[in-house]
């Protein structure tokens, strides 16, 4: 084996950095111990408010941001078109506590690559932030405690749209809320 090919081998994968954006402690904190724990992200950067969102992007060039819809001040959606328009690479996943369809349009009229209801598990969140990386937009909704996951095309969501959820999507509700069985509302 040649020395370049070793080198290859050793040189481990380029992890995918994450901006949180949150103004609530406990969902940070239990959406870096979900993505730490996927080890295919790399934190690099928390924000506690979307007026601290851009520059703090500015600062760390993340490949995702995952931004809560609601926050005094710069509110996600705010905060997701000024990402958006600074960094258009850059995948912005909204997270709320409501599954509203009016307010899933408007994220992703906005220019969101997905939405993500915080009663979604650790897996949900990481499976929403690979997916918004890979090009398909990533869309869960919770009705009834069952999952919804849909792939969204480039005219946006059909808020309408009922699908079964996949076999993946159901084993997601078994996992428990993000940082541990506390529910973020």
């Known amino acids: 084996m040649s020395t370049s090919s070793v080198n290859q081998l050793e040189t481990p994968p380029a992890r995918l950095r994450v901006v949180l954006v949150d103004d609530h402690g406990l969902m940070l904190a239990g959406a870096c111990g979900a993505l730490q724990a ?20 500015w600062r760390t060039q993340p490949d995702a941001v ?3 819809l609601t926050m005094p001040g710069t509110d996600g959606l705010r905060c997701l078109r000024q990402i958006r328009t600074e960094f258009p690479n850059t995948k912005v996943i909204i997270c709320s506590a409501s599954a509203d ?8 009229e906005g220019g969101a690559h997905g939405y993500i209801v915080r009663a979604a598990g650790a897996l949900e969140l990481s499976s929403a932030i690979h997916q918004a990386i890979e090009g398909t937009a990533y869309r869960s909704l919770r009705n009834a405690g069952t999952p919804r996951r849909e792939a969204i095309d480039e005219r946006g969501p059909d808020p ?9 999507a159901r084993t997601h509700s078994k996992i428990p809320a993000l940082g541990g069985s506390h529910a973020f509302h």
């Open 160 to 168: 309408s749209a009922s699908i079964r959820p996949s076999r993946d």
């Open 38 to 57: 996927d080890r295919v992200f790399e934190i690099v950067g928390v924000a506690r408010t979307g007026s601290e969102a851009l520059p703090l992007a």
């Open 66 to 68: 995952l931004v809560d």
């Open 101 to 108: 369809r009016h307010q899933v349009r408007a994220a992703f």
